[in-house]
């Protein structure tokens, strides 16, 4: 598992009439990758945008742009979401009946994989395409909108997929009411890529974006420190095994 931990807000909830400045602000404000939402208003309750926006803020900043894209059908868009300058295209393995022809044609666009699953969905669905993609998202909200409650029984399921991954180099990623209360759960059971939405926009303004997204950044890695302080105890304690100082001297 990677040992660092990337933050991804969500710009569903930024404020659309000033996009721009919004997206330079969580550039600004310590964010690793822009989360950019797409929803059809048939494969979720809700329109969001399309790969126009996409194109017209790529340029705004150099951080990855992270495109999950909530439609059905969804291969016919691949390409233009490709041009549009997304780095990441994430695909839902409920949205069509091909995934692995889905995810293959987004490598062969020379981006970056992802393969979405929702809550209802078990990951036994995403082992056949494992070997082809570059991040796995789990949905701990039904897709559709943001500032949902983080469904916890998503948990165990994130726990798995990060079994089934192994020693491949997939990021594993959570979606949907992640905050600095949820975020040491999910990244405890194995989530390294943290979206939030709400929990980086809200506040009184631009200026506490930062301290929005350093907030989950340090409930994420609470439990990463943890385990490198008790790492290095047990570090400590081999060595002074070995000369028999450490130990006496506690
Ligand atoms: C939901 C989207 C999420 C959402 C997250 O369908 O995929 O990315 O915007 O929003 P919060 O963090 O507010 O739950
Ligand atoms: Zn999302």
Same mark, same amino acid.
């Given at each position: 598992?990677?040992?660092? /931990?990337? +933050?991804?807000?969500? +710009?569903?909830?930024?404020? !659309?009439?000033?996009?721009?400045?919004?997206?330079?602000?969580?550039?600004?404000?310590?964010?690793?990758?822009?989360?950019?939402?797409?929803?059809?208003?048939?494969?979720?309750?809700?329109?969001? !945008?399309?790969?126009?926006?996409? #194109?017209?803020?790529?340029?705004?900043?150099?951080?990855?742009?992270?495109?999950?894209?909530?439609?059905?059908p969804?291969?016919? %868009?691949?390409?233009?979401?490709?041009?549009?300058?997304?780095?990441?295209?994430?695909?839902?393995?409920?949205?069509?009946?091909?995934?692995? @022809?889905?995810?293959?044609?987004?490598?062969?666009?020379?981006?970056?994989?992802?393969?979405? =699953?929702?809550?209802?969905?078990?990951?036994?669905? /995403?082992q056949?395409?494992?070997?082809?993609?570059?991040?796995?998202?789990?949905?701990?909200?039904?897709?559709? !909108?943001?500032?949902?409650?983080?469904?916890?029984?998503? +948990?165990?399921?994130?726990? #798995?997929? @990060?079994n089934?991954?192994?020693? @491949?180099?997939?990021?594993?990623?959570?979606?949907?009411?992640?905050?600095?209360?949820?975020?040491?759960?999910?990244?405890?059971?194995?989530?390294?890529?943290?979206?939030?939405?709400?929990?980086? !926009?809200?506040?009184?303004? #631009?200026?506490? %974006?930062?301290?929005?997204?350093?907030?989950?950044?340090?409930?994420?890695?609470?439990? #990463?420190?943890?385990?490198?302080? =008790?790492?290095?105890?047990?570090?400590?304690?081999?060595?002074?095994?070995?000369?028999?100082?450490?130990?006496?001297?506690?």
């Amino acid at each position: 598992m990677p040992d660092n /931990i990337i +933050i991804a807000p969500s +710009i569903l909830a930024a404020n !659309f009439a000033r996009l721009g400045e919004e997206i330079a602000a969580i550039d600004a404000a310590g964010a690793d990758w822009i989360h950019c939402d797409v929803m059809d208003g048939h494969f979720v309750p809700n329109i969001s !945008f399309g790969a126009d926006v996409i #194109r017209a803020t790529r340029p705004l900043t150099t951080k990855t742009f992270d495109v999950h894209l909530m439609i059905a059908p969804v291969d016919s %868009y691949l390409e233009t979401f490709a041009k549009a300058g997304a780095d990441l295209i994430t695909v839902h393995a409920e949205a069509g009946p091909h995934l692995h @022809r889905s995810l293959q044609a987004i490598r062969a666009l020379g981006r970056k994989a992802g393969v979405s =699953l929702c809550p209802a969905t078990p990951e036994s669905a /995403i082992q056949h395409v494992l070997d082809g993609v570059d991040l796995v998202l789990v949905m701990t909200v039904n897709p559709g !909108f943001g500032g949902q409650s983080f469904i916890a029984s998503q +948990i165990e399921k994130i726990a #798995r997929i @990060r079994n089934m991954i192994g020693d @491949r180099p997939i990021r594993l990623q959570v979606d949907g009411g992640i905050t600095s209360d949820t975020a040491a759960a999910a990244v405890e059971a194995g989530a390294d890529v943290l979206v939030a939405g709400s929990a980086v !926009f809200r506040g009184q303004g #631009r200026a506490d %974006y930062a301290g929005n997204i350093a907030a989950i950044r340090a409930a994420a890695m609470a439990d #990463r420190a943890t385990n490198a302080q =008790l790492a290095r105890a047990i570090g400590r304690m081999i060595a002074a095994d070995g000369d028999g100082k450490e130990l006496a001297s506690g």
